[in-house]
């Protein structure tokens, strides 16, 4: 079976990932627009802390991370992933009873989060922590590198025939894939040492939405301060002209992102995706071994995660305002602002490397996994968790492709189409 995975993100790598080591012949179109997340998310693992009220949601997540080891072991390198657990803060102690409870009652269908203890001196496992905080630790929780994850799942693809071709995809009404030459001016998302085939060459092979967002412990209400348009602009990267180039495929599975509702407006349905923005940042601690530091997750404000190279993630910003990857004063305030009010231990650290991402949103609330039509399949929308789940939820989709029973019942994350 001929498959082409529009989106060559976490998801899209996913893809093509388990359907090469099915036997499929895969090609990934990578568009290579600007603010991808998967290059900007900062690799947490630890679902169980979230959706509180969305069971649907939750399980989708806690089924991501449980295929992390075993995935890590597939494909045999490493992808920055390791349990490092994670402690939950807040100012005051009576604010982590809450998520002390849901961990509790989550804890039998989910033993691998580990066994949930106080700690009382915070600042023993992470040194810049204020020393204000009471803390609760998930030791199973886990970070991982995203690029690292994306390009290990396409080069494990391309290594078993699948091919990676720079270009933008478009649908036609009856979901034929045409490729178009790309010129995004911002490089593509992917470039590992295995190139691409370019257009018309070579022959082809959180809490997510709007619903429940301020129940959750770390995904924050956009910024109110920077209020999004009622219907974000589509981006002008994706605008194409002429004709492009046709890929033969029996099916599609379009993963690309906060881009997916333009890529599918073709096939006759408005799927409400948007894009997110988030801001964050990576610094330098010269000297100080930060690779086993845990995660740390506040009740309000950023969250803050270890490296090795003595590197320290710090983000991210939550806003609504459309298709714009661009890093601001304001957003890096924020992010340094409520990083050292947590971790002013960071003071002096060294600024390294900012990034940006468009998380992709589906905004009934869940993520967006299912069929579109006979030969479309569409999997996206796990905004902040997309690291978490990402890897997870191409498998599924892979299995929707093949026409395969997928693991995990999809009537949650159904398209809700319009049109």
């Known amino acids: 079976m001929r498959v082409v995975v529009i989106g060559s993100g976490i998801v899209g790598a996913g893809a093509a990932y388990h359907l090469s080591r ?11 627009c600007q603010g991808g997340a998967t290059r900007a998310g900062a690799g947490i693992v630890c679902p169980w802390v979230d959706h509180p009220e969305d069971d649907d949601w939750y399980r989708l997540t806690r089924e991501g991370a449980r ?3 075993a995935l890590v072991e597939e494909l045999g390198e490493d992808i920055g992933y390791a349990k490092v657990g994670a402690l939950l803060v807040a100012e005051d102690p009576v604010d982590l009873e809450p998520v002390r409870t849901l961990l509790r009652r989550r804890h039998a269908g989910a033993p691998e989060m580990g066994d949930v203890v106080d700690v009382d001196t915070p600042t023993e496992l992470f040194p810049p922590l204020s020393d204000d905080l009471s803390a609760l630790l998930v030791p199973g929780a886990a970070r991982v590198d995203g690029c690292s ?3 290990a799942l396409l080069r494990a693809a391309m290594a078993r025939g699948a091919q990676v071709r720079t270009g933008i995809a478009t649908l036609t009404r009856d979901g034929q894939v045409l490729l178009h030459q790309a010129d995004t001016g911002a490089g593509t998302r992917w470039s590992p040492a295995v190139a691409a085939t370019p257009a018309g060459e070579g022959e082809p092979g959180g809490e997510g939405g709007l619903a429940g967002e301020h129940t959750s412990w770390r995904q924050a209400a956009p910024l109110s301060a920077t209020p999004g348009p009622a219907a974000p602009a589509s981006p002008e990267a994706m605008r194409v002209t002429g004709e492009g180039v046709p890929v033969e495929a029996d099916v599609v599975i379009v993963a690309a992102g906060a881009w997916t509702g333009e890529v599918c407006r073709p096939l006759g349905v408005e799927l409400p995706v948007f894009p997110r923005r988030g801001q964050i940042l990576h610094a330098t601690m010269e000297g100080v ?4 530091w845990p995660i740390i997750l506040p009740r309000t404000g950023p969250y803050l995660l ?9 983000g991210a910003t939550v806003e609504d305002v459309g298709f714009s990857p661009r890093v601001t004063m304001g957003g890096l305030d924020e992010v340094i602002e409520a990083g050292l009010r947590v971790a002013p231990g960071l003071f002096n650290a060294t600024v390294t490397e900012t990034r ?7 905004a009934p609330g869940r993520a967006l996994i299912g069929p579109l039509t006979d030969r479309v399949v569409v999997a996206t929308g796990l905004s902040a968790y997309g690291l978490t789940a990402g890897p997870f939820t191409g498998e599924i989709a892979a299995a929707l492709a093949l026409g395969e029973a997928p693991p995990l019942d999809i009537a949650p994350y159904a398209p809700a189409q319009t049109g």
């Open 22 to 32: 099915r036997g499929a012949a895969v090609t990934v179109v990578d568009a290579g």
């Open 67 to 69: 295929a992390y080891p």
């Open 149 to 151: 994850v994306r390009d």
């Open 289 to 292: 071994d930060t690779a086993w």
């Open 306 to 314: 270890g490296f090795p190279d003595s590197r320290v993630v710090v």
């Open 356 to 362: 940006v991402g468009l998380r992709p949103v589906y």
